[in-house]
């Protein structure tokens, strides 16, 4: 029965931090709707994670393009498909690998940032500094921080889907020998719309939860050194668990028959 | 136990009563009765763990007590919203053990911190007053510039009161100033202290464990133990007080009625 005991207490556990999570998310959303909004902070942090994330998204993105091209064209081969390959690289980029390893690249880069340096705010009394000083801590530091994930990361992965059908027309045109002209066609011709803003909007969810962990886990850290430690394990390793399970609820919003 | 009021004719500024808090199945806080008259310094001594930091937040409302009444100018603040509380916190300003500066901020910035954020004070002005303020406690414009990491802890303690006093509060509280601190920089702390409750006039409230400190600082002295005020008085009758647990804490007995917690509970 101990068994069963465990599974049960880690199941409240489980629920228990989501309620907190969920409630920690309103109260910081509702202080988005009121003034003051910090523009100065909101700007810094728009450039940290959108200006500054681009040349490890670009660089994600590129061999991603790469490789696929490369994988689908061997795969395809077997059965004469080959002119599928443009078709499948922008695809792929734009509806799923795009949002998700941009988002997966920023949990790591920027989650972690945003987890250690709350974490250490909190356990040096640097926010309970700031509510004594007659500033609210969720609106000078969690409020820019979601703001800026929301908006940035669509951005950023605009930039991916671009960098990641570029590096597939440089792999299939230089070492494939495709002809340019007809595989930048094949490219346009069974693209929708849906298929980019899809990844956008999947890119904003994703921007969201990033920075939601971050400051959530960086906000609750206990306990010193060790503690702004595990936040920040906490922080990147739930908003990529909540990158992959949402990029599947949302893949079938869009796309369910 | 005597009663804990202030000294006759001086009306109460902070009044705590019953203040119970616990964390889990630990109590905290049994109850607590403390006065703090207009303008006097009370200094709260205790040892670790006595529960001096809870009631210090209790009182500013980052933690809330389980029951008890704290009134801040007859106000009773338990039960205040949001906007009441960061209304009342304007009249707090506060010194942190660690300084907590913020690290992101220059040291002028943080001192302007309270001027620009919480008043709505031109940058250009704020940046003014905290170069004064810094002057105040004895540090030059140069340092004005810098990273808070770039000094020693002397110097971040004399910024975050720099700091504390920048808003001009009514209340400020003193949670360990001299903590860290070599025997003379302590000691300038100290005086600082005095120096910045006399000319503002304003209500202080520390908690140490530094007997120096504390005989620098205070006006009245009270004891904080299991939780409860067990001793005030002013500071000259803490020296000859007969209360056994005053005794050992003062003259840093190992020996005594106050038995320390060795082992973890």
Redesign the interface.
């Known amino acids: 029965m101990d068994f069963l005991a465990a599974i049960g207490r880690a199941f409240l556990i489980f629920l228990e931090s989501t309620g907190r999570i969920v409630l920690f998310a309103l109260r910081a959303l509702s202080h988005c709707a009121r003034p003051p909004l910090y523009l100065r902070l909101i700007g810094r942090q728009m450039i940290d994670i959108g200006y500054y994330s681009l040349p490890v998204v670009g660089l994600t993105a590129l061999f991603t393009g790469m490789v696929l091209a490369l994988q689908s064209y061997t795969g395809f081969a077997r059965f004469q498909a080959e002119g599928a390959v443009a078709t499948v690289v922008v695809l792929a980029i734009t509806r799923e690998l795009g949002p998700v390893l941009a988002g997966l690249m920023v949990a790591g880069r920027i989650g972690a940032a945003m987890a250690a340096?709350i974490g250490t705010?909190r356990v040096?009394?640097?926010i309970?500094?700031?509510?004594?000083?007659?500033?609210?801590p969720l609106k000078?530091l969690v409020v820019p921080r979601l703001i800026a994930g929301l908006t940035m990361l669509p951005l950023l992965v605009l930039v991916a889907d671009i960098v990641g059908v570029f590096g597939g027309f440089l792999v299939s045109v230089y070492q494939l020998n495709f002809n340019p002209a007809v595989y930048l066609s094949k490219t346009w011709e069974f693209l929708k719309v849906v298929d980019v803003v899809s990844g956008l909007v999947k890119a904003s969810v994703f921007g969201f939860f990033v920075a939601l962990m971050g400051c959530y886990h960086g906000y609750h850290s206990r306990g010193g050194a060790e503690g702004v430690g595990t936040a920040t394990t906490n922080a990147v390793v739930s908003a990529s668990i909540l990158i992959l399970l949402s990029n599947y609820l949302i893949t079938g919003l869009f796309f369910s028959k | 136990m005597t009663d804990p009021s202030p000294p006759p004719g001086t009306p109460a500024k902070i009044v705590l009563s019953g203040v119970r808090k616990q964390f889990g199945a630990k109590v905290v806080l049994e109850g607590l009765d403390l006065e703090v008259g207009r303008s006097e310094s009370l200094v709260v001594i205790g040892g670790s763990g006595t529960g001096k930091s809870v009631m210090l937040?209790c009182i500013?409302?980052?933690l809330r007590p389980e029951s008890g009444s704290i009134r801040v100018d007859g106000e009773e603040t338990i039960h205040y919203s949001?906007g009441d509380r960061?209304r009342l916190?304007?009249k707090?300003?506060?010194l942190?053990?660690?300084s907590?500066?913020?690290?992101?901020l220059r040291v002028w910035e943080n001192v302007a911190?309270?001027l620009i954020?919480?008043?709505a004070m031109p940058r250009r002005q704020a940046r003014e007053l905290a170069f004064a303020k810094l002057a105040a406690v004895g540090l030059g414009a140069d340092v004005g510039e810098l990273a808070p990491s770039e000094l020693s802890g002397g110097m971040q303690k004399r910024v975050a009161l720099a700091?504390a006093i920048a808003?001009e509060p009514e209340i400020i509280f003193f949670d360990e100033p001299t903590t860290g601190l070599d025997p003379i920089m302590a000691d300038v702390i100290n005086e600082l202290i005095v120096k910045c409750v006399k000319e503002l006039g304003v209500t202080a409230l520390s908690i140490t464990h530094d007997m120096a400190s504390a005989r620098k600082i205070a006006d009245r002295i009270a004891m904080i133990y299991q939780g409860r005020i067990i001793w005030h008085g002013s500071r000259d009758d803490m020296e000859h007080s007969g209360n056994p647990f005053v005794d050992q804490f003062i003259n840093g007995r190992a020996e005594g009625p106050i038995r320390m917690q060795v082992r973890a509970l």
């Open positions: 340096e705010m040096t009394e640097q309970d500094a700031l509510s004594t000083l007659a500033t609210n000078y | 937040k500013l409302g980052l949001r960061e916190l304007r707090f300003g506060m942190f053990q660690g907590a500066l913020f690290d992101s911190f309270g954020q919480g008043r700091r808003t």
